[in-house]
T-cell receptor, first 117, second 109 residues
Framework: GAVVSQHPSRVICKSGTSVKIECRSL??????MFWYRQFPKQSLMLMAT?????????EQGVEKDKFLINHASLTLSTLTVTSAHPEDSSFYIC?????????????FGDGTRLSIL | DAKTTQPPSMDCAEGRAANLPCNHS???????VYWYRQIHSQGPQYIIH???NNETNEMASLIITEDRKSSTLILPHATLRDTAVYYC??????????FGAGTRLFVKA
């Protein structure tokens, strides 16, 4: 079945560091991928839609200069948290679906737990 | 945009069927209902989806009412590992998956 791989699974770094998270679709192509953030005991919040070959679309309230998204190929999207601070500590999750088939579900990565000290 | 409402939590005895309801009264004629679950500290997992007919796979069954305003996810023999948050979702614009609070299912021994 369709698999989405996310790397790294966990990151611990100092405040001010920029952190890059990768999301790959392993056996299908995806022109669109999605990035979510989840705080403890809360639901997933959609941050942005990553579009292959064009700019990402950010949800209201999400800083595009803070969360840089690059979707350079049909199987890879990256999220870079720039100059991360403790309030950016969260669980980040990506998703993608097989667009060549109609009405396919989203497949999610295993998430990246980001801890900023 | 279609929205869904689910009870915040439910309990189920191990080995019994877990029936999780979802209301989606504003769903339009060509919008699918998708169910996902999230086990603690993991990414969401796809379970099942449907349009108007009942669906069954190796994980669960999905019963959709004839007017399509509600559906029920059925886990036929719940196990402790089915303890998770279950999300019923009608994608926005046909593809954007927005998560609500979901139903927290506790399967008890």
């Amino acid at each position: 079945g369709a698999v989405v791989s996310q790397h790294p699974s966990r990151v611990i770094c100092k405040s001010g560091t920029s952190v890059k998270i990768e999301c790959r679709s392993l056996d299908f192509q995806a022109t669109t991928m999605f990035w979510y953030r989840q705080f403890p005991k809360q639901s997933l919040m959609l941050m942005a839609t990553s579009n292959e070959g064009s700019k990402a679309t950010y949800e209201q309230g999400v800083e595009k200069d803070k969360f840089l998204i690059n979707h350079a190929s049909l199987t890879l999207s990256t999220l870079t948290v720039t100059s991360a601070h403790p309030e950016d500590s969260s669980f980040y999750i990506c998703s993608a679906r097989e667009e060549q088939k109609r009405n396919q579900p989203q497949h999610f990565g295993d998430g990246t737990r980001l801890s900023i000290l | 945009d279609a929205k869904t409402t689910q009870p915040p939590s439910m309990d189920c005895a191990e080995g019994r069927a877990a029936n999780l309801p979802c209301n989606h009264s504003t769903i339009s004629g060509n919008e699918y209902v998708y169910w996902y679950r999230q086990i603690h500290s993991q990414g969401p997992q796809y379970i099942i989806h449907g349009l108007k007919n009942n669906e069954t796979n190796e994980m669960a069954s999905l019963i959709i009412t004839e007017d399509r305003k509600s559906s029920t996810l059925i886990l036929p023999h719940a196990t402790l590992r089915d303890t998770a948050v279950y999300y019923c979702i009608v994608p926005t614009g046909g593809f954007k998956t927005i998560f609500g609070a979901g139903t927290r299912l506790f399967v008890k021994a």
